[in-house]
């Protein structure tokens, strides 16, 4: 039953683990502002078809959370392999704030020498010199963005005969190659109000047709938001994740749902996911995740939760009412005063082989069946996460099924010098 389990969490959202990269950090003296930012940026990513479900993210770099201006991070690598479709070259992300005058930036770029496809039997599909720049911003007068990318060559090699230069690919105008695929340039996704600013610059998108992958080159988002007065948040919640296969491949996090930097003004925000059947071994019961914070000129609070009605792994092993919940506040004089726990927190029933049991704090272990570790709890800078349920399938490939997970921090804001 657990190799079954295993199989049947391997069909389901996974991810490829990328070679740990080099990263470089450097700061340009930051300085505090009075907007959230943020910003990240990655190489490629592949979904569906018979590449994995979702690839590794090559040169992934982020700016979490922070109202300083000045910081500036590049993370890069020379050469990624993209399992059975081809390979990258030469990816670079940089992510950093500014404030220049009156104007304060969050930005985002990433670059690529050259993105290879090869893999169709009727050619090889190459790129070079792919860019993509994400910038939001407010000037003074209000909150605005800019996006752009930019691709230098586009070529395509037949297995017999020269390579062909093709035209390069507009908004309106996507360049389809005959059995192969077709290049879509990507508009920037932008969203702009009286209270801040997102612009999502996705660079490429390349449908294989042989494989029936969806390849996302050069990607990059910035952020920028008012409403940071105490603090600044950082935390998501996710009812479903974990990995079919050690550390190799990773399940998705679903449903996923992320705090802003700012919070959400006191309003819960949530999202729902129905049950899933993962090839008849698996069966989780609906799963929802939920996300609130607020901040005054005194105190800064939040909650993150997510629940699964129930899992089901192939009649032998039930447990019912998962739920996963952190909470988090910043207060007291210069808000250096911290609360974190985990109030909220439950699980419900536990079925074995039609038996209810009691799940022991310290965990169970089923022989044969699986390991449960009950509400994992992680102290964290400024925060705590939690993980309500995890379980292990004991067949040898380390799959793990983690349920309820929550994740929040409160960073105190940096005082603002004018």
Known sequence: MAAAVALALAGTSLTVADAAPAA????????????????????????????????????????????????????????????GLGTISGVKTRVWTTRSGGVVSSWAENTIGKVVLSDSPLGTLTLSAVSTT????????????????DLARLQFKPPVGPAMDLPLPTPSQPVEIPQVGKVIIAHKKANTSANGAQVFANGLKIRLYQTGSVVRVAHAVAQIARGATVGV?????????????????????????KMPCQG??????????????????????????????????????????????????????QVTGIVGQVNVARFGPNRTKLKANTRGST????????????????????????????????????????????ITVLDGTGAVIELGNARLVVKRLNKIVH
Request: glycine share 14%; proline share 5%; hydrophobic share 40%.
């Open 347 to 390: 699980l419900g029933r536990l079925i074995v082989n039609g038996e209810t049991r009691t799940l022991p704090a310290q965990g169970l272990e089923i022989p044969g069946v699986a390991k449960l570790e009950p509400m994992v709890t992680t102290r964290i800078p400024g925060g705590i996460k939690v993980t309500a349920l995890r």
């Open 24 to 83: 470089q950090e450097r700061s340009t003296n930051p300085a505090a502002t009075p907007f959230a930012l943020k910003s990240w940026g990655y190489g490629t990513r592949v979904q569906g078809g018979q590449a994995p479900a979702q690839s590794g993210v090559p040169a992934y770099e982020v700016i979490g959370c922070t109202n300083l201006a000045g910081i500036d991070k590049t993370n890069q690598v020379a050469d990624v392999a993209l399992p």
């Open 264 to 317: 959400t003004n006191g309003v819960v925000r949530h999202r729902e996911l129905g049950g899933l059947d993962l090839g008849g071994q698996v069966v989780v019961g609906a799963a929802s995740s939920s996300s609130v914070g607020d901040q005054n000129a005194k105190r800064a609070w939040g909650r993150e939760r997510s629940r699964v009605a129930s899992i089901n792994l192939a009649g032998a092993l």
């Open 233 to 257: 948040f950082s935390g998501e919640s996710y009812a479903i994740g974990g990995n079919a296969a050690g550390d190799i491949v990773r399940l998705g996090r679903n449903p996923l749902m």
């Open 134 to 149: 994400a910038h939001a911003f407010h000037d003074g007068s209000g909150f605005k963005t800019e996006a752009n990318t």
